[in-house]
């Protein structure tokens, strides 16, 4: 049974990295393959489709499609932009701040394909600004010059004179650095903040769910304040790091001149500041259904953050708490909770909006914050899917004996320190989700990874943690996550520019979850402790508690 299993398991993962069909496609294998080989019945396998994990899936997207349909994420960013400045190196750091902050709550794809034409908007203007000044020098905007694109525009037209000059063509160099530098800052902010919330990128909920799944015993060890206690401070130290790297790499090493320290900026930034004065005067002042979808998202995460926060009593489990005294409503409820709210209020005050096209005097009801066509075209019913048939091929790995199996076969890495087998795996997912979904790769991975530290009496989160994170460290190829692929398909980068860039960010990502987990997690999650719920498959360290391996020792 354990070959069959493993038989089910190498058949998806080739169909995965290969594409040959649909990722969804390929997740409802298990709904087939694990009843005609008597691995799982049909109704327990379809039941891992539809779990806790899936509903939190659901409830989170539904409140971001809000976020994003009223355009509130947008009024987010250019404030937020209109408050960091122009100047290259805050430039930088100010859209990787306002993207990691969007992806923590909505798509990191939508958050790189709003972000990416508002960046490069702001190159325009700054381009546009250095041209109506011709002959004035300023340190702070010598970057932004015209790209080779736009100046042969400009020749053919015969507009531009001494375009072959060296200072000329050494300036034109740096703006299409500079304008690299922007768009990758964009892609990779958007995969490093998704990785701060339980979420923000799916492979987190793929964890909770394996968790929950391989362990039931488990008292709702990752939720979504744990999480946040977890990977918030990775995300912010890897994001400075990131924004560090990228600006030696894209700006170079004169800080000075980076920070836009010189005469007359002031004079030179108004002009640059247009472009998104303009974008945020267009949004107008917040409309009611912006601002209810502002109070609802606070509430969603104030409830998230107190419902069962571990370190104090949160309102599930003081007021909702089963006979083990554990919070009976979820995350999941949580979400669903404020989904239906904005099903249920109007998008106006009621009363005040009248349609000019009935009889004088009849008042027209006004549509809900949320509406079922919206969602329906916005949800990625795919990921469901794929969520679900990673929950089904975790459960008939359990099922099989495949788990044990290969938890028996890894005991030798007991003799490992903890620490170094953790930086190995992260490295291997690492280099692995450049290759194929990191979806795919975390359905993968983790329930090898619960059974090896099974196997050699280590807390399973000590290796499925940094794994889930290294997951989001798809940095190095275009077709490794969608924003990179938006990035790339926008023009201006090769894949060299890419791969160079990356190659030293994924090292620095490893490194940064390497830290956390040896540090600020250990009090969080316990890490130092083979905790009883993980004795569930094995009773080696039962038996023989001296074996147990604790990280650091």
């Not at 309102?315 to 979820?330: A, C, H, I, L, R």
């Not at 239906?340 to 549509?367: R, Y």
């Not at 459960?395 to 003799?415: A, I, N, V, Y």
């Not at 620490?419 to 790769?441: D, G, H, K, M, Q």
């Amino acid at each position: 049974m354990e070959a069959y299993c493993a038989y089910t398991i190498i058949l998806m993962a080739l169909l995965w990295c290969t594409e040959a069909l649909p990722l969804a496609v390929t997740a409802l294998f298990p709904i087939v393959l694990f009843p005609l080989m008597g691995i799982m019945e049909a109704s327990e396998v379809c039941l891992e489709y539809f779990k806790d994990t899936n509903i939190l899936f659901v409830g989170g997207l539904m409140v971001a499609i809000a976020v994003e349909h009223w355009n509130l994420h947008k009024r987010i960013a250019l404030r937020v932009l209109l408050i960091i400045g122009v100047r290259p190196a805050l430039l930088l750091l100010g859209f990787m701040l306002v993207t990691a902050f969007l992806s923590m709550w909505i798509s990191n794809t939508a958050t790189t394909a709003m972000m990416l034409p508002i960046g490069h908007a702001v190159l325009e203007q700054l381009q546009g600004s250095r041209d109506a000044e011709q002959g004035n020098s300023n340190p702070a905007f010598e970057l932004q010059e015209a790209s080779p694109q736009k100046e042969e525009i400009k020749l053919d037209n015969g507009q531009a004179i001494s375009a072959s000059s060296e200072p000329r063509a050494r300036k034109s160099e740096e703006h299409r650095r500079f304008s690299q530098g922007l768009s990758l800052c964009i892609c990779y902010s958007a995969s490093i903040g998704g990785i701060a919330t339980l979420t923000g990128t799916t492979p987190n909920l793929v964890l909770q769910g394996q968790v929950n799944s391989i362990f039931p015993e488990n008292p709702n060890v990752v939720n979504f304040a744990s999480w946040f206690g977890f990977a918030f401070p990775t995300m912010v130290i890897l994001l400075l790091l990131a924004w560090l790297w990228l600006q030696v790499l894209f700006l170079g090493v004169n800080f000075r001149k980076n920070f836009g320290f010189g005469e007359g900026e002031e004079e030179r930034k108004q002009a640059a500041f247009q472009v998104i004065k303009t974008q945020h005067s267009l949004l107008g002042p917040m409309s009611f259904a912006e601002k209810t979808v502002t109070v609802l998202f606070v509430l969603l995460v104030v409830l998230w953050f107190a419902r069962e926060p571990g370190f104090f009593p949160g309102w599930g489990d003081t007021g909702f708490p089963n006979e083990k005294g554990q919070s009976m409503v979820s995350d999941g409820t949580v979400a669903i909770f404020i989904s239906l709210l904005m099903f249920i209020l109007p998008s106006k005050i009621p009363g005040l909006t009248q349609d000019p096209v009935e009889k004088p005097g009849k008042l027209k009801a006004p549509p809900a914050i949320l509406t079922w066509k919206t969602v329906n075209d916005k949800m990625p019913w795919n990921i469901l899917i794929l969520l679900g048939g990673g929950f089904a091929l975790a459960k008939g790995s359990e099922k099989s004996g495949l788990s044990e199996w290969l938890g028996d076969k890894l005991t030798p890495l007991q003799h490992i320190p903890p620490a170094a087998t953790a930086i190995i795996l992260c490295l291997l997912v690492a280099i692995f989700t450049e290759c194929t979904s990191n979806v795919a790769t975390t359905t993968l991975f983790l329930p090898i990874l619960a059974s090896m530290a099974q196997a050699i009496c280590l807390h399973p989160l000590y290796v499925m943690l940094p794994c889930t994170l290294a997951a989001s460290l798809a940095f190095m190829l275009p077709v490794a996550t969608p924003p990179n692929a938006i990035v790339f398909s926008f023009g201006g980068l090769k894949v060299s520019d890419m791969a160079r860039a990356g190659f030293l960010l994924n090292i620095i990502g490893v490194l940064a979850i390497t830290l956390s987990i040896n540090s600020w997690s250990i009090p969080i999650f316990k890490l130092d402790t083979f905790p009883s719920w993980a004795h569930s498959n094995t009773s080696q360290c039962l038996l023989n508690p001296s074996n147990s391996t604790v990280p650091g020792l």
